[in-house]
């Protein structure tokens, strides 16, 4: 064979080596970029059908979302709302527990205040009490015993009480000096014998008394340690005659009566 035949077939040879390994280099690679490609496909596939499940799942929660959103949303104004109204009720309570402290020391100071003029009505009814007649003493005998000593202090744990008590016997005994009264009470007499009389008070000012009998009379004037009567028989009818006009048993008209300014001295207690 001539050497150029040879050499012919030889490139023929080596031009289809290479043209195989081109064509599976090719065929190779195509088949790697159409594996990409589905890979790719089904991929785009995978995201669209997520994207589709995700949009109805969304579609068919939505609502119940939707729904607790508002809730959500609600309960958050309430909130505030509570907030806000806590907030005012608490500066309102501020201002009512100021208000009412303020209150509450007014009350104290005005407590203290009351304090020395309820020692001074107390010191006023127990200088009275000599100077009242017997037969109102007896009735006020049981609050009398409450009156506290002198020198108990008033605090503002008792003061209403002994203002109260004060203030009510001050009033029956101002009640009692502006009537006229008829009592039945012993006397005794210069001799120091006791005698049952009709006595009738003018008030606090004076007293006429007389004996059943009519036998004898005396006429009463308060002092400071207690009552003094002066005793004289020529009373006794004109006593007796306002004694049964006080009681009725007679027509009114005018009695005479002897009125004393000041008790004189000589005469028994009763």
Do not use: C, N
């Not at 004898?216 to 207690?226: L, W």
């Amino acid at each position: 064979m001539p050497e150029s035949a040879h050499r012919a077939r030889r490139r023929a040879g080596w031009r289809g080596a290479v043209l195989s390994l081109v064509a599976g280099t090719v065929l190779g690679a195509a088949d790697t970029d159409l594996q990409r490609l589905q890979a790719v496909v089904t991929d785009q596939v995978a995201v669209r059908q997520a994207a589709h499940e995700a949009e109805t799942a969304w579609a068919e929660q939505r609502p119940a979302v939707e729904g607790r959103i508002a809730v959500l949303r609600q309960q958050a104004a309430d909130a505030e709302a509570a907030l806000a109204k806590a907030q005012q009720e608490a500066a309102a309570g501020a201002a009512s527990r100021q208000a009412l402290e303020a209150d509450a020391q007014h009350t104290r100071e005005a407590l203290a205040a009351l304090a020395a003029p309820t020692r001074a009505a107390e010191a006023r009814l127990r200088a009275l009490l000599p100077r009242l007649p017997e037969p109102l003493t007896k009735s006020l005998a049981e609050r009398l015993r409450e009156l506290p000593a002198a020198d108990v202090a008033v605090t503002p744990d008792d003061l209403q009480e002994r203002l109260r008590l004060v203030v009510g016997l001050l009033t029956e005994i101002d009640q009692f000096a502006d009537g006229v009264y008829l009592f039945r009470q012993p006397l005794a007499d210069p001799q120091q014998v006791q005698r049952e009389m009709d006595v009738i008070y003018l008030g606090l000012a004076m007293a006429f008394a007389v004996s059943g009998d009519g036998a004898t009379a005396a006429a009463g004037t308060p002092a400071a340690d207690g009552w003094a009567w002066r005793w004289d028989p020529a009373l006794a009818g004109p006593v007796r005659t306002a004694v049964a006009i006080y009681r009725k048993e007679q027509p009114a008209t005018f009695v005479a009566l002897p009125l004393e300014l000041a008790p004189k001295r000589e005469g028994g207690q009763p």
